[in-house]
């Protein structure tokens, strides 16, 4: 037998109440009444509710069927805590708070009140503490724990009569009621008595921005994890999403969202690994959630589900539906593809394949748009490995950032940190070719930041005797991130490290792991970290490295800005210190794989083109590369694709660049503005002008990270020793940010000075707009000094 199982509080239950007394029992679900045959069928479905648990399972049991009461308290003598019938109050008034078990009966009550309903409960609980308080533990309405707190008699009394969050509070003495001055509310859900009877769990929900008085969610922070955290992240996208954002578009989309659905269960069906598994899983997790908060579906909604689910007494065979199930194919050539598997068209170039770009023409909107998407940001995927780290540095601190080095690195440190003067030993192996390099290019970018430092305030006067300035300060302390996976990047050094010298930041910190063979940095890093003025070299990449300089630990001082890319886990600990206040650390700017888009003509040279596409594809796997095409004939996009194949081959990378030109693409356009308009629309971190007079359109440009312009300008310059900076906005971003500069490591302080005069001039309107805002201490603070100063005309008020 099945029946359906209805919420005890919500508009599900309340439309299933009808004015003819019914029975009802206090308790955790509503039978719907009208699903039941006899007094028997009652009892099967307590049975089932009770099956596998030792607590007391308390029904509600609605509709309008008549039963024998009596026959039912002894049929249900051992399965439920409190009969109540014909009930002289609105059920839905009273908190579904658990009724112990009163042991070999069953109280039968004509009529019941909420006095009684506490009296009931409180005599079930007790405690030993000598101030006569209840701990209570609070959780919201997915379990999560908020806080710990207390309560009284008459703060459990007043919770259960109001049906709201109400405590007791130690430090005032008094009865507390949660948010009554912030605003911060709690509707009270249930109430649970622990197992020794001595402890409370108050379930509710919470409004506002939190139950801790810090302004986090909980009382052990932000409850960010998990399905409920995308849960929440995803119903803020529904409203804030940038425009353009992939999760905006899968909102919109509906055709796309399904496609992805069914392609992350296909791969989730292929995955082998259990790091497969669980990446996979989470992917279809997210696109389940994507379109479950799309439709208004709440996983309360799905739990509740899953709860029907599961005290279902019959059962179907439970086999898959045809089309889902596998075919013979051995005798059968005709056998179609599974939908899921041609909604899935990823582009794979194998060892004997040629190394081509694919190619879309403008008009094709859909082929723009895949070769235009940005791979999936997984950050908020890998905060529960990121989330630990962080915390183990806090806590732990030195000793934690030597253990995730030996532990990731493979490197056992005495010190995790390398203090200037730096010993000469690192510098071994560092040649005199590559010093005069480095000396090169740490020269021209200090040119070129060092004309961006602005010397003098800026003052402008707006009225007379009302003079305003806005002058720059050095941020005092900043890390510099350096990578040191696949590649040595002391040019990232030096991009990030001459700007903070330049700007005058009292203390810039390097952090970069150390390598494997000898435990060491790259004699490159060390060398451009003594003539930055860096103070140390923290050993340690990762998360790692991040947490250390934005809370600080025994060697590793505190900083205040963060800069410098990295991988995924780099990536997610940077924005997670942004976004903790404890940590008052900034970062430079948001980071995404790198990506490079060309536009070239006819006359192009295929050989540049070529080189300037591969030098992108050879950073990783994941970087992206466009070429945009402005009238480009057959022939020239073959011989262009035939110069990224035989360059491709003689490249020590080329692995890495075979599976970043498979997702890569060749975009036709007719003219030159329509190339610029889809540059501008994707806002490439590097935006390569190929084309003839390629200065005369530098003005088309509106959002790109750096512009290298003209044949003889490949990125690679700007990368190393133009003297422009390196470090770019990525992942579309360019419309927001600027690329690293000497003001990135800088912060505009403004001033003002106001005469007597300069009060007469701008003190009125300054009261008028305080007093319409109701600030009537900011509109004194004007008319206490003009009244002193006898500018106040004699009728003001």
Same mark, same amino acid.
């Given at each position: ?18 004015a003819k007394p019914f029975l009802r029992l206090v308790g ?9 045959? *006899? ?15 030792? @607590? ?41 708070? @658990? ?29 030993? %503490? ?52 912030? +605003?911060? #509310? ?15 769990? =108050? ?16 009382? /052990? ?33 509906? !055709? ?30 997210? =696109? ?16 509740? *589900? ?25 005798? *059968? ?13 990823? @582009? ?12 879309? *023409? ?36 030195d000793k934690a950032l030597m253990d995730y080095t030996k532990? /990731? ?60 300035? %806005? ?8 890390? $510099?991130?350096?990578?040191? +996976? ?77 800069? +410098? ?5 780099? !990536? ?40 300037? &596409? ?12 466009? &070429? ?15 110069a990224v194949h035989e360059q491709a081959l003689a490249l ?82 360019? %419309? ?5 500069? #000497? ?18 001039? $701008? ?10 805002? +109701? ?23």
């Amino acid at each position: 037998m099945t029946f359906p199982i209805i919420p005890l509080y919500g508009s599900d239950f309340q439309a299933t109440l009808t004015a003819k007394p019914f029975l009802r029992l206090v308790g955790d679900v509503a039978l719907d009444a009208s699903a039941f045959k *006899n007094d028997t069928d009652v009892l099967n479905a307590v049975k089932q509710l009770l099956k596998g648990s030792a @607590r007391t399972v308390s029904l509600v049991l609605t509709g309008d069927k008549e039963f024998d009461e009596n026959q039912l308290i002894n049929l249900l003598n051992n399965g439920v805590s409190s009969l109540l019938t014909n009930t002289a109050i609105p059920f839905d008034s009273i908190p579904k708070a @658990r009724v112990l078990e009163i042991p070999s009966t069953i109280t039968l009550t004509n009529k019941i009140t909420l006095q009684s309903f506490t009296k009931t409960f409180l005599s079930q609980v007790k405690t030993d %503490r000598k101030d006569g308080l209840y701990t209570t533990l609070v959780v919201d309405d997915k379990e999560r724990c908020l806080g710990l707190v207390y309560s009284s008699i008459g703060s459990i009394t007043q919770a259960i009569s109001q049906q709201v969050g109400v405590y007791f509070s130690r430090s005032r003495n008094e009865i507390w009621v949660k948010g009554l001055t912030s +605003g911060n #509310t709690q509707s009270l859900l249930s109430i649970d008595i622990d197992c020794d009877a001595d402890a409370l769990k =108050f379930t509710v929900s919470q409004v506002g921005t939190g139950f801790c008085h810090n302004g986090t969610q909980s009382c /052990f922070g932000d409850l960010t994890y998990g399905l409920t955290g995308l849960e929440h992240t995803l119903n803020d996208r529904m409203i804030n999403a940038v425009d353009g954002s992939y999760t905006q578009r899968l909102f919109k989309d509906e !055709t796309l969202l399904n496609a992805k659905i069914k392609e992350e269960a296909e791969e989730l069906t292929e995955a082998v690994t259990k790091d497969e598994l669980a990446w996979e899983a989470a992917d279809l997790f997210y =696109f389940a959630m994507v379109r479950l908060v799309a439709n208004g579906v709440s996983l309360a909604d799905v739990e509740r *589900n899953l709860g029907m689910k599961n005290l279902k007494i019959t059962r179907r065979k439970g086999d898959a539906k045809e089309k889902f199930l596998a075919k013979d194919t051995k005798n *059968n050539d005709n056998t179609q593809e599974p939908a899921a598997k041609k909604a899935k068209v990823e @582009r794979t170039l194998g060892s004997n394949d040629k190394i081509y770009l694919d190619v879309v *023409n403008s008009t094709d909107l859909e082929g723009v748009t895949k070769a235009v998407t940005r791979p999936i940001q997984k950050t908020s995927q890998i905060m529960h490995l990121v989330n630990p780290i962080i915390d183990n540095v806090r806590k732990i601190g030195d000793k934690a950032l030597m253990d995730y080095t030996k532990k /990731f690195d493979g490197v056992d440190l005495k010190a995790p940190v390398l203090e200037a003067p730096f010993p000469e030993e690192y510098l071994e192996g560092l040649t005199q070719e590559m010093k005069e390099a480095l000396d090169l290019s740490i020269e021209n970018v200090r040119k070129f930041h060092a004309a961006q430092l602005q010397k003098k305030p800026l003052v402008v006067t707006t009225q007379p005797g009302v003079v305003c300035s %806005r002058f720059p300060r050095a941020i005092e302390k900043v890390g $510099i991130y350096i990578p040191g +996976g696949t590649a040595i990047l002391p040019s990232t050094a030096l991009m990030l490290g001459v700007p903070a010298q330049v700007a005058g930041c009292k203390e810039i910190v390097f952090a970069s792991p150390p390598r494997k063979s000898d435990g060491k940095v790259s004699p490159e890093v060390v060398y451009v970290a003594i003539k930055c003025g860096a103070s140390k070299i923290v050993l340690a990449g990762g998360a790692q490295a991040v947490a250390a300089m934005a809370y600080g630990t025994e060697s590793v001082p505190k900083v205040d800005k963060i800069l +410098g890319p990295g991988n995924q886990f780099v !990536t997610a600990a940077k924005m997670y210190v942004q976004n903790d206040t404890q940590a008052l650390c900034s970062i430079d700017m948001p980071a995404g794989p790198s990506e490079v888009l060309v536009i070239a003509d006819e006359d192009a040279d295929v050989d540049f083109v070529a080189s300037d &596409l591969l030098s992108q594809a050879e950073h990783g796997i994941d970087s992206q590369v466009i &070429l945009v095409g402005v009238n480009l004939s057959d022939k020239k996009v073959q011989h262009i694709q035939e110069a990224v194949h035989e360059q491709a081959l003689a490249l020590p990378r080329v692995d890495i660049v075979r599976q970043c030109i498979a997702h890569s693409t060749i975009i036709l356009c007719d003219n030159y503005p329509e190339a610029f308009d889809m540059s501008n629309k994707y806002a490439p971190e590097h935006l390569i002008l190929q084309i003839n007079d390629a200065d005369r359109y530098v003005s088309l440009v509106d959002n790109a990270g750096s512009i290298f312009v003209g044949s003889y300008t490949p990125e690679s310059c700007g990368d190393y020793s133009s003297g422009t900076n390196h470090t770019l906005p990525t992942y579309g971003y360019a %419309r927001q940010y600027s690329g690293a500069n #000497t003001a990135t490591f800088q912060k505009f302080i403004t001033a003002q000075q106001v005469t007597s005069e300069g009060l007469e001039n $701008i003190g009125k309107a300054v009261m008028c707009i305080a007093k319409v805002e +109701g600030l009537d201490g900011h509109r004194n603070a004007i008319k206490i000094r003009m009244s002193k100063l006898g500018l106040l005309p004699k009728d003001f008020v």
